[in-house]
């Protein structure tokens, strides 16, 4: 593929990394050109930089919206012509002081993306860990690669950032529509919360699957069973 990365930050660097190795071409695109230039020389292979527009307009079928929170908005919906089609990959947290949910009672920072650039295929997935789980080579944890959650509502989009997954060497896993991108954003607010704020393991809260003993068909759940 040939991948646009909007960004020149931690996200940016650790994705476009593992998808530059795995042969696929990489424009790293940023308002500063020397910070672009910086990271596509790091990155080495096949990386290219280029300002936004570019990265975004050579971009053939993905591109990576590696922003912050808010500015995510406003580079897409400047952006929205040249990100027509393609998909666009959203791995934002919304996460403010506090460690609270910064859209709490609206839509998810995912179904925004979607919103400023309407002709886009957006996929939320890569916002549960920190940018240094990104950059192993691969994420396997006790033997088992990490699992990726993937949301989104066009399946071709989501075929393609489930290849990406795993070029970066974990297993992506069907997250649901992009409805739920809510729901994956704030559990990373829980996550961050716990690991940064009570220095506690989030891994641990949930037992092996082993241990459900809840059918996986079921429409509902009811508490106490």
Known sequence: MRIGVLGTGNMADALATHWARAGHEVIIGGRDPHKAERLATRIGGSAKHAGLRAAAESAQEVVLAALP????????????????GKVLL?????????????????????????????????VK???????????????????RPLA?????????????VRELVRDVGCE???????????????????FIALWVGEGADAQAIAPPLAYVKLPLDRGHLETGT
Request: aromatic residues 4%; glycine residues 12%; proline residues 6%.
């Open 90 to 122: 959203d791995c934002s947290n919304p996460v403010g002081q506090g460690f609270r949910l910064l859209t709490e009672g609206g839509p998810s920072a995912a179904q925004q993306l979607a919103a400023a650039a309407p002709g886009a295929h957006v």
């Open 125 to 143: 997935a890569f916002n549960l860990c920190h940018e240094d789980v990104w950059r192993m080579r691969s994420p396997v944890f006790d033997g």
């Open 69 to 84: 929170f808010g500015a995510g908005v406003d580079v897409a919906r400047d952006l929205h012509g040249a990100l027509e």
């Open 148 to 160: 990726v959650p993937v949301c989104g509502d066009d399946e071709t989009a989501l075929a393609r």
């Open 172 to 190: 992506p896993v069907a997250g649901g529509g992009l409805e739920r991108a809510v729901l994956l954003e704030a559990t990373a607010a829980l």
